[in-house]
C-alpha cells in the first residue's frame, strides 16, 4: 500500500542486535563458484547482521571485459553487490567490480533486454562504466556511518559510495567480497582517481599511443590552428579590412597562452605586441555587421611597484589610443573580474547547486522535496547564469545598438572572456547555432583561447583551489538558449549534454590541456613542431568515436528552421551582402526613463504579483541604465528572427535548470510521456503527415516529389518517452508515491487519510 510496505512509514527500522553468520535463507543455493562466507574473518562481525536483501541471481556465464587500446587490468574484485536502494531497502545484483588505467566498471548480469535497448548509447562508456576523471568524490560505509576516503586507508569499508561529475551515484556492497580483493580494489580505485597525477600518465597518452591511426575522417569543423583559418574567418566577418593575423607567437616566443596564430588592430606594432608577452594586447574575437568588434585582453597584475605600473598605464594608453580612432569604433572596456562573480565564487555556487541532484536513494530525494526551490535559490548557480547572459547581452547593446568596439578584460582572457564573447557570438552570429559553427567556435575561444581545461577539471587532482566549471557554466548559458528558442540551433539539448560528459573521457585532447603550447610540448616533447611525433589525439568533434549513426541523429534538432538561401537575384537587390537578419531596427529611438523589464502597458495586478520576486532577480547595485532596457524591450517586442539577433529572456522565470543533465539519474524526476520530447514527437508527426500528403498531391500531378530530411528516431509509444528522454530509458521508475516521504510521516495510516480527504470535500463546512 502507499502509506506502509518496505519502510513503513518513512521511520528507520531499528538495528537488530542479532549477529547472523550464515548466508540469508534463499542464498543457499547461490553460493557455488563464491568463496564460502563461513570461513572469511573480518574486522568486524557486524558485516553480516541479518538484512532483507533483493538479490539477482549470480550470473553463471562469465562477462567479458572489453579494453580499449593501451588499458590496462589494474585489480578486481568479486561478489560485489551493486545496490540500488530505495526506502532504505537494498536491491542489486551481482558481479565484478573492476579498476583499469581508464575506468571503474561493473560487470554484472544488467544488460538490457532486447524489448528496453537504450535508444541513446556510447560506445567507449557503458552504463555500469566510470572514468577515472569522473569520479568526484568516494565514501566509504563503516557501521552504517559514511566517510570520506583518501590516502592510505587503515581499514576498509563494507560499503564503497561513489559520486560522479555527471552526477550518478553508484552504491557497491563488499559484505560478500574476500577481505585481500575489498582490499585490492578500494585501495585501488581510490589511488587511481584521487591521488595527484603527471600529465603524460594520463590515458590520453596510453591509448594515442596504442590506438589505429585513422586518417581518413574528415570534419568541418574549423580547428584555427593554422593561420588560413582565422583569415578566412576574418573574411566571414568581413573584419579583415580593419585587423590582420599575426604568426608573431612561433616557437610562442610572445607568449605561452596565445596559440600560434592571432588576430590583433593593423594599427598596432609588432613591437608592442612583444613587449609584454601578450598582456595588454587587444586580441579580436569577432566583427559585427556594422563594423563594430569584439576584442579581449589579458590584464597586467594589479598589485605591483608603483614605477611598474605606471609604465603599464603608459602602454595602455598608447594601446587605447590606437584603436579608438578612425577607421576604429569608439571603444568601450569591460573588466570582467570586477563586474561578475569569481571563479572562487562559481566553484562554491556549483558544488552547493550539485548536492541537490547526487541522491543517495529515493526517501532522500523526497524528504528534499517540499524545500527545494529554497535550496536551488539558495545555491546562487541560477543567478551566476543569470548574470552571464545579462552581461552578454549589454555588450550586444553596445556593438549593435551603439556601434561601439567592446573590450573586454581579464586577468588571463581565458575564463569569463570566454563565457562572455562566446554567448555574444552565439547571440548574434546564426553560423555559431550550426552544430559545426558552435564546435568552430569552442575551437577558436576556448580551446585556441587558451582556457584551462586541465586545471578548471581538476583532471591531475593537483590543486582544488585551481577547479571551477567555467566550460559547464557556459553550456548552461547556451542551454537557456536553446531552451527558448528550439528552432534557432541545429543541434539539441541532448548534444549538449553529451558534450559536458564528454570534458571527462581521456582519449580526447580536445578538453585536457590548459593551452595549445603545453599540448605541442607535451606531444613532440621538443616544442611547436608537432609533425614529428607518434602521439595522434582524437577530437571530441568526431562523434563516430562514442555514437553510432543512429544514436548520433538524436543530437541534430528536427525543428531547425535552416537559413534560406538566396538566388542571385535576390543578391543583386541587397543592399549590404554581408548583413545578417535582424530582429532589431538599427535606428534607435528615444529612450525612456522607465527602468526594469516592465512597460508602460503591464497591468498593475501582475506588477503587484511578480514585481517583488523578479526584482529581486534582476535588479543589482549596477542598475541597468536606459539603453541597455530600451534595447531589451524593444527586442522582445517584435517577431523573433531564428537566423538574426536572439536574445534570451532573463527575467526571473526565465532562466531553469538544466534537467536533461542535472536530473537524468534520478527516476523521480522524469515526466513520463511528457517534456519537450513529447512535444517534439507531436510536431514531427504533424510533420510526416503533411509530407505525406504532400506527396500525394505531387504524386497527382505528376511534379518531383522533394526528399525529406532525416528525422529524429524517436520511439512513437508514449509510455517509453519521458522528459529525460533519451537518457531516462537507462533508469528504473520508482514506484515511490508523489507526496513526499515528510507527508506520509504525518500520516498515521491510510484510514486517517481518507478522513482527511472527506473532511476538505465536506460541503457543508463550505456554505
Not at 172 to 177: E, I, N, P
Not at 356 to 365: A, M, Q, V
Not at 607 to 624: A, V, W, Y
Not at 701 to 719: F, G, I, K, Y
Request: glycine content about 4%.
Amino acid at each position: 500500500m502507499l502509506g506502509k510496505g518496505a519502510g513503513g512509514s518513512g521511520a528507520k527500522p531499528a538495528k537488530p542486535s542479532f549477529v547472523s553468520y550464515v548466508i540469508p535463507e534463499g542464498h543457499q543455493a547461490r553460493r557455488k563458484g563464491y568463496p564460502n562466507l563461513l570461513q572469511k574473518k573480518w574486522e568486524g562481525s557486524s558485516r553480516f547482521i541479518h538484512k532483507e536483501i533483493h538479490i539477482k541471481e549470480p550470473i553463471e556465464k562469465e562477462v567479458n571485459l572489453h579494453l580499449l587500446p593501451g588499458e590496462l587490468l589494474l585489480c578486481e574484485a568479486n561478489t560485489v553487490l551493486k545496490c540500488v536502494q530505495e526506502d532504505g531497502s537494498n536491491r542489486g545484483a551481482y558481479g565484478k567490480l573492476i579498476c583499469t588505467n581508464f575506468k571503474i566498471a561493473f560487470l554484472g548480469d544488467e544488460s538490457a533486454s532486447d524489448d528496453n535497448e537504450p535508444e541513446f548509447k556510447n560506445k567507449i562508456i557503458g552504463e555500469n562504466d566510470i572514468t577515472l576523471h569522473c569520479v568526484d568524490h568516494i565514501y566509504g560505509v563503516y557501521d552504517e556511518k559514511k566517510k570520506s576516503l583518501s590516502g592510505q586507508l587503515k581499514k576498509y569499508p563494507e560499503k564503497l559510495i561513489i559520486y560522479c561529475k555527471d552526477l550518478r551515484v553508484f552504491h557497491f556492497c563488499l559484505r560478500y567480497t574476500k577481505e585481500e580483493e575489498v582490499k585490492r580494489i578500494v585501495s585501488g580505485i581510490v589511488h587511481h582517481s584521487q591521488t595527484p597525477k603527471l600529465l603524460k600518465r594520463l590515458f590520453l597518452f596510453s591509448y594515442a599511443i596504442a590506438a589505429p591511426t585513422n586518417t581518413d575522417t574528415q570534419s568541418q569543423t574549423v580547428m584555427f590552428d593554422a593561420i588560413k583559418d582565422w583569415r578566412e574567418e576574418l573574411e566571414r566577418t568581413k573584419g579583415n579590412m580593419k585587423y590582420k593575423v599575426l604568426s608573431a607567437n612561433e616557437a610562442y616566443k610572445v607568449s605561452e597562452k596565445l596559440p600560434l596564430n592571432f588576430v590583433v588592430p593593423m594599427s598596432l606594432s609588432e613591437e608592442s605586441i612583444l613587449q609584454y608577452q601578450g598582456r595588454g594586447i587587444p586580441i579580436w574575437c569577432w566583427s559585427c555587421h556594422n563594423g563594430a568588434s569584439l576584442l579581449k585582453m589579458s590584464a597586467f597584475p594589479k598589485e605591483q611597484e608603483d614605477n611598474t605600473s605606471q609604465m603599464h598605464k603608459i602602454f595602455l594608453d598608447g594601446v587605447y589610443k590606437t584603436i579608438n580612432k578612425p577607421p576604429y569604433e569608439v571603444l568601450k572596456t569591460d573588466d570582467l573580474s570586477s563586474s561578475l562573480p569569481s571563479l572562487q565564487d562559481i566553484q562554491a555556487a556549483y558544488t552547493r547547486f550539485k548536492q541537490l541532484f547526487l541522491i543517495d536513494n529515493s526517501t532522500d530525494f523526497w524528504d528534499t522535496d517540499v524545500k527545494w526551490f529554497s535550496l536551488l535559490e539558495s545555491t546562487n548557480w541560477l543567478e551566476i547564469v543569470r548574470r552571464c547572459l545579462k552581461k552578454a547581452i549589454e555588450v550586444v547593446e553596445y556593438l549593435e545598438g551603439q556601434n561601439t568596439n567592446v573590450l573586454l578584460i581579464e586577468e588571463n582572457a581565458s575564463d569569463l572572456c570566454c563565457v562572455i564573447s562566446s554567448l555574444v557570438q552565439v547571440m548574434m552570429d546564426s553560423h555559431y547555432r550550426t552544430k559545426f559553427g558552435f564546435q568552430s567556435l569552442i575551437q577558436k575561444e576556448w580551446v585556441m583561447g587558451g582556457h584551462c581545461f586541465l586545471d578548471r577539471c581538476n583532471h591531475l587532482r593537483q590543486s582544488d583551489k585551481e577547479e571551477a566549471p567555467v566550460f559547464l557554466l557556459f553550456l548552461d548559458c547556451v542551454w537557456q538558449l536553446v531552451q527558448q528558442y528550439p528552432p534557432a540551433f541545429e543541434f539539441t539539448e541532448t548534444y549538449l549534454t553529451v558534450l559536458s560528459d564528454s570534458l571527462y573521457i581521456p582519449i580526447f585532447s580536445t578538453f585536457f590541456f590548459n593551452s595549445q603550447h603545453q599540448k605541442d610540448t607535451n606531444v613532440s616533447g621538443e616544442g611547436h613542431n608537432a609533425q614529428s611525433s607518434h602521439f595522434r589525439f582524437l577530437t571530441v568533434w568526431d562523434w563516430s568515436v562514442q555514437f553510432e549513426p543512429k544514436a548520433q541523429v538524436l543530437l541534430n534538432n528536427p525543428l531547425y528552421v535552416e537559413k534560406p538561401k538566396l538566388d542571385k537575384s535576390q543578391r543583386k537587390t541587397t543592399r549590404f551582402k554581408h548583413q545578417r537578419q535582424l530582429s532589431l531596427p538599427l535606428t534607435q529611438t528615444k529612450s525612456s526613463p522607465k527602468r526594469g523589464f516592465f512597460r508602460e502597458e503591464t497591468d498593475h495586478f501582475i506588477k503587484n504579483i511578480l514585481g517583488k520576486r523578479i526584482s529581486k532577480l534582476i535588479n543589482s547595485s549596477d542598475e541597468l541604465h536606459n539603453n541597455f532596457t530600451e534595447f531589451y524591450d524593444s527586442w522582445h517586442c517584435k517577431p523573433v528572427d531564428f537566423h538574426g539577433l536572439l536574445l534570451p529572456h532573463i527575467e526571473g522565470p526565465g532562466i531553469k535548470v538544466w534537467a536533461q543533465r542535472y536530473l537524468r539519474w534520478i527516476p523521480e524526476a522524469q515526466l513520463l510521456g511528457g517534456g519537450t520530447v513529447a512535444t517534439a514527437t507531436k510536431i514531427l508527426d504533424v510533420i510526416e503527415e503533411v509530407q505525406s500528403l504532400q506527396k500525394k498531391m505531387d504524386e497527382k500531378h505528376s511534379l518531383t516529389v522533394p526528399q525529406s530530411r532525416e528525422a529524429l528516431p524517436m520511439p512513437r509509444n508514449s509510455a517509453r518517452l519521458s522528459s529525460l528522454f533519451p537518457f531516462a530509458l537507462l533508469q528504473r521508475h520508482s514506484l515511490k508515491p508523489v507526496l513526499p516521504t515528510s507527508t506520509w510521516k504525518d500520516l498515521e495510516d491510510e484510514d486517517d487519510l481518507a478522513k482527511r480527504d472527506d473532511e476538505f470535500v465536506d460541503l457543508s463546512e463550505v456554505i
